[in-house]
Structures are given as structure tokens and as C-alpha cells.
């Protein structure tokens, strides 16, 4: 019976951690499994980020309230968002009957309040963390004209899959959509000159700051 060759089994795991790093750097993609984003509406958190409210929209057919003037919704609005300017929680409910409830509003604060008024009857409501600027700067400005980079591998197809299932949505259609959402949180490609305002345009060179103005 042969023993076993230290030498040779040392061999055979430089070897294998050497293929495993080529057909990484092959891929564009870490040979660790990467664990895809949660994107769950959590109970527990009553502010979303986009990402999960638009997986929200997309697997429970939330409702959308938007509690910004007439005017601010006509300007530009969440995908399916009802117009409800100043409506209050009761209003909402009435609205949305059973279904799962996403707020949005010019402030956080007043989208915070209807949200917390709503929780007192069903813990399946949340509002937009800042509110529809934060759609449109993530799903609707053309990133790369305000980036210091230009978006990693897969980011623009994914993002082409989201807008597109808004426009027509298709519920067959749902778990290839919320594979990009998965894609797009994991990547967190955001406009740079736009991250801190004054400050992030200073640091870049810019001459100016520029505005995603939304309501």
C-alpha cells in the first residue's frame, strides 16, 4: 500500500486553486458562489430602497400611492402610482384594498407618517426611501453620462429587463425580472456626480451640480 505523497497532493491543490482563478478571471466572476441580494419587503423595515420596492411592485402587485401634487405626478412618476395628493392613510387603504401598499411623497416625513398610520391595520405597507428621485436617478437617468466609470458586465441588460416588464408587465415573466433586480443591487452602479451633491462634483472636476429633479 503506497503512502501518501505530501509533495504531490500539494501540487494538485496549487494546481487546482490556479484553474479556479483563470476560469475567474475568465468569467468576470469571483469563484466564491455569491449569495444573491435579498430583496424582500421585510415587515421589520418600513422604508424600502428601490431595488426592493420595485421587487415589491413586480411580485405582489403592490399598490402605489403618490401623495406629491397633481402637477409633480404629471411631471414624473412611479410606474402604475396612483395620483393621490394629500391623501391620508384612511384614503390610501380605501384605494388599495387588500393589496400590499407602497408610499411615496415629496418628503420622506409625510410618506413616514401615512406608512405608520396604514401599519396600525397591516404590517404589508412600506414607502419609497426618497420618494421618486430615487426611481428615476436608478432606473431612468442614463447613468453612464454622470459616471466617472462606465457600468460593470450585464448592468445595462438588466436594467433593459426592469424597465421593459414596467411598460408591459408580464407575469410570467416575473422571476427573470427579479433576477435582474438581483443584479442591478448587487452592482450598486450609481451616478457618481450626483452621490454628494456639491462635494462629489468638487472632488470629480465638475463645473456644475447637476439636479435629478423629480418632486
Same mark, same amino acid.
Given at each position: 500500500?503506497?503512502?501518501?505523497?505530501?509533495?504531490?497532493?500539494?501540487?494538485?491543490?496549487?494546481?487546482?486553486?490556479?484553474?479556479?482563478?483563470?476560469?475567474?478571471?475568465?468569467?468576470?466572476?469571483?469563484?466564491?458562489?455569491?449569495?444573491?441580494?435579498?430583496?424582500?419587503?421585510?415587515?421589520?423595515?418600513?422604508?424600502?430602497?428601490?431595488?426592493?420596492?420595485?421587487?415589491?411592485?413586480?411580485?405582489?402587485?403592490?399598490?402605489?400611492?403618490?401623495?406629491?401634487?397633481?402637477?409633480?405626478?404629471?411631471?414624473?412618476?412611479?410606474?402604475?402610482?396612483?395620483?393621490?395628493?394629500?391623501?391620508? !392613510?384612511?384614503?390610501?387603504? *380605501?384605494? $388599495?384594498?387588500?393589496?400590499?401598499? &407602497?408610499?411615496? %411623497? #415629496? @418628503?420622506?416625513?409625510? /410618506?413616514?407618517?401615512?406608512?405608520?398610520?396604514?401599519?396600525?391595520?397591516?404590517?404589508?405597507?412600506?414607502?419609497?426611501?426618497?420618494?421618486?428621485?430615487?426611481?428615476?436617478?436608478?432606473?431612468?437617468?442614463?447613468?453612464?453620462?454622470?459616471?466617472?466609470?462606465?457600468?460593470?458586465?450585464?448592468?445595462?441588460?438588466?436594467?433593459?429587463?426592469?424597465?421593459?416588464?414596467?411598460?408591459?408587465?408580464?407575469?410570467?415573466?416575473?422571476?427573470?425580472?427579479?433576477? !435582474?433586480?438581483?443584479?442591478? *443591487?448587487? $452592482?450598486?452602479?450609481?451616478?457618481? &456626480?450626483?452621490? %454628494? #451633491? @456639491?462635494?462629489?462634483? /468638487?472632488?470629480?472636476?465638475?463645473?456644475?451640480?447637476?439636479?435629478?429633479?423629480?418632486?
Amino acid at each position: 500500500m503506497k503512502c501518501f505523497d505530501p509533495r504531490l497532493g500539494a501540487g494538485v491543490l496549487v494546481a487546482g486553486a490556479a484553474l479556479c482563478a483563470a476560469v475567474s478571471l475568465a468569467t468576470g466572476h469571483s469563484a466564491r458562489a455569491e449569495v444573491p441580494p435579498d430583496l424582500s419587503a421585510r415587515p421589520a423595515d418600513a422604508a424600502l430602497e428601490v431595488w426592493k420596492a420595485a421587487a415589491l411592485m413586480v411580485n405582489e402587485d403592490a399598490f402605489v400611492a403618490d401623495l406629491r401634487s397633481a402637477d409633480a405626478h404629471a411631471r414624473y412618476h412611479l410606474p402604475g402610482a396612483r395620483s393621490m395628493p394629500g391623501a391620508n !392613510a384612511s384614503d390610501v387603504r *380605501a384605494a $388599495a384594498g387588500a393589496r400590499s401598499v &407602497l408610499v411615496y %411623497a #415629496g @418628503k420622506d416625513e409625510v /410618506a413616514q407618517k401615512v406608512t405608520a398610520e396604514l401599519r396600525k391595520g397591516s404590517a404589508r405597507v412600506w414607502y419609497l426611501a426618497d420618494g421618486a428621485r430615487a426611481w428615476y436617478l436608478s432606473l431612468q437617468l442614463p447613468v453612464p453620462l454622470f459616471s466617472e466609470s462606465g457600468p460593470p458586465d450585464g448592468y445595462p441588460e438588466a436594467l433593459r429587463t426592469v424597465t421593459a416588464w414596467f411598460e408591459k408587465p408580464d407575469a410570467a415573466a416575473r422571476s427573470r425580472v427579479e433576477g !435582474a433586480l438581483q443584479e442591478l *443591487a448587487r $452592482a450598486n452602479y450609481q451616478p457618481t &456626480l450626483l452621490k %454628494a #451633491g @456639491k462635494k462629489a462634483a /468638487a472632488a470629480s472636476g465638475a463645473k456644475k451640480k447637476i439636479s435629478g429633479g423629480c418632486g
